[in-house]
């Protein structure tokens, strides 16, 4: 297959971002993100209010990437989009958009799932960024999911662990809440922290298997231990914040290290790559960089700007499979729950 000039457009829509970018060759050429906002009052996104937000914003959204690649839409050889996981009405409107814009242009369409594209977005090509060598580890941490990935190819992934309740990301936004902080909290905890005595109070980790993760106690204990010492002083949190968030984050980042001891230990694999929103945390890339240092690993962190949702990963999945043409029928269908 042709794959000079190879220009795939990406889009995803997963949660309450709306995205398009054009990839060339592993190249990004484009990357345009709208945030939705309105979800801020709420305190969590509302699926209702981010799929009519995707519908006002796909058509804006595509149009700036491709103007910014500076190409035609006719000039594109393939569509790719987020088939799942991700909020049902959201995943929508992006594969309706999608599959009418590659019958439009009677070019393929490939279909993405988003927690593999945050794998291989770790092969988009950028100055000072490496690739993986396979096999490796990957760490898939975000709102969402928390994961452990054997991967051995580019489509051969295996999860040897996962979380059996909540996600960290959920993790950090929920006890964010507790504290009185707004949503999105998860890069506030991570902001105050870096300010912090990390070992200013003492936090437990839940124990589960090796290489499955639990959230859901930690954050009542977190709940219980706020209740505990505001009701002895009122202005607790406040006097506080800094080393309450360190000391949750120090918690949180040692876990996962715990666990990627573990896989490495079961698989010998020590090229260990980080992928989902909560990988942009400074307290996670800190942790890794240490444990190259410590244990003898090679880590491979994304630029902030490929860690959270964003469709350049979707484009370079869509590459990657286009060359190998794996292309979707046009009868296929979103997955609020898609496996890997």
Request: aromatic fraction near 8%; charged fraction near 20%; include cysteine.
């Amino acid at each position: 297959m042709k794959t000079t000039n190879c220009y795939i457009l990406g889009i995803e829509s997963s949660c309450d971002d709306t995205a398009a970018a054009v990839i060339n060759n592993g190249v990004v050429l484009s990357t345009i993100v709208a945030t939705q906002e309105i979800h801020t009052e709420y305190g969590g996104v509302v699926p209702e209010l981010a799929s009519r937000a995707h519908q006002q914003n796909i058509v804006p959204v595509v149009h700036q990437a491709l103007r910014k690649a500076n190409i035609d839409k006719k000039q594109l050889q393939a569509i790719a989009f987020t088939s799942g996981p991700g909020l049902m009405g959201s995943l929508l409107v992006g594969t309706s958009f999608s599959k009418s814009l590659a019958l439009g242009l009677d070019i393929p369409l490939i279909d993405v799932n988003h927690m593999q594209a945050h794998i291989l977005a770790h092969f988009i090509k950028a100055d000072g960024q490496t690739p993986p060598n396979f096999p490796f580890i990957a760490l898939t941490i975000s709102g969402g999911h928390t994961q452990i990935v054997k991967v051995t190819g580019y489509f051969e992934m295996e999860i040897l662990g996962q979380t059996i309740d909540d996600a960290v990301g959920e993790a950090f936004d929920k006890s964010a809440k507790i504290l009185g902080l707004p949503y999105p909290g998860g890069p506030l905890i991570d902001k105050y922290a870096q300010k912090g005595n990390p070992k200013a109070f003492s936090f437990p980790k839940p124990k589960v298997g090796p290489l499955d993760f639990s959230f859901s106690g930690l954050k009542t204990s977190v709940l219980y231990f706020i209740e505990k010492e505001t009701a002895k002083n009122a202005n607790f949190i406040s006097e506080n914040i800094e080393d309450i968030c360190a000391s949750l984050q120090h918690t949180i980042v040692s876990y996962l290290i715990d666990k990627l001891k573990n896989a490495v230990k079961q698989t010998g694999i020590k090229e260990i790559a980080i992928g989902g929103g909560v990988s942009a945390n400074s307290g996670i890339r800190a942790a890794l960089k240490d444990a190259e240092q410590r244990y003898g690993w090679t880590t491979y962190i994304p630029q902030f700007e490929y860690c959270t949702d964003n469709a350049a990963m979707i484009a370079m999945v869509g590459e990657l499979k286009y060359k190998q043409e794996m292309f979707a029928e046009d009868t296929v269908v979103a997955s609020a729950r898609l496996k890997f």
